[in-house]
């Protein structure tokens, strides 16, 4: 397994698409404001467990965005692309409850695999593609800021897990996963 350097990811707080259950992928929507508190809850997390030091990169979506300003407002903060959400293509807008009844075999249970097949969406394989190639430039202790499914994959590749795993990886809206030595834990 390829050694990394120490991690902090974070998946940006809450959304008004989140509460909805609207497929965001690459669109966007604005943080509610249990979205900003999640943010503000994240800095805590991070000035407690110090970060003096560390890299910040953070996707260029406007949620993402938005959690790192609050959740490190002192600190610069480099924009990656390649920690965008995975691309969702047709799907992206819509309600999550409208393609399950329209599409029961691929949502049945509580399973991520449907997001493999959104017509025109990028794919998990893409998504590991983009993620590795931005691990395999980390030369440091870093912060990343990031989406659910892109954090997920991401921890895959840090714990040694293939991408096809990332529904078996802990989720959930404005976290922070501290990855060190191919582990991963939920700081709270």
């Not at 965001?24 to 809850?41: F, I, K």
């Not at 970060?51 to 996707?59: E, F, N, P």
């Not at 931005?134 to 590749?157: A, Q």
Request: net charge negative.
């Amino acid at each position: 397994m390829t050694a990394y350097p120490e991690l902090l990811i974070l998946r940006h707080g809450e959304t008004e698409w989140n509460r909805s259950g609207r497929l965001q992928g690459e669109l966007d929507s604005h943080l509610t404001d249990t979205g900003r508190d999640q943010a503000q809850c994240q800095g805590r997390i991070l000035k407690d467990v110090g970060i003096s030091g560390w890299a910040v990169y953070c996707s260029p979506q406007g949620r993402a965005a938005e959690t790192a300003a609050l959740a490190l407002p002192e600190l610069p903060v480099v924009s990656d692309a390649r920690l965008r959400e995975i691309g969702l293509g047709e799907w992206s807008g819509q309600l999550r409850e409208d393609l399950a009844a329209q599409f029961p075999e691929l949502f049945a249970g509580d399973g991520l695999e449907w997001y493999d097949h959104a017509p025109g969406g990028e794919g998990i394989a893409a998504l590991e593609s983009r993620a590795a190639s931005f691990l395999s430039e980390l030369n440091g202790p870093s912060v990343i800021v990031t989406h659910g499914i892109t954090s997920r994959v991401l921890r895959c590749l840090l714990v040694g897990l293939p991408a096809e795993s990332f529904g078996t990886v802990g989720g959930g809206q404005g976290v922070v996963y501290h990855l060190r030595d191919g582990r991963s834990r939920l700081l709270t």
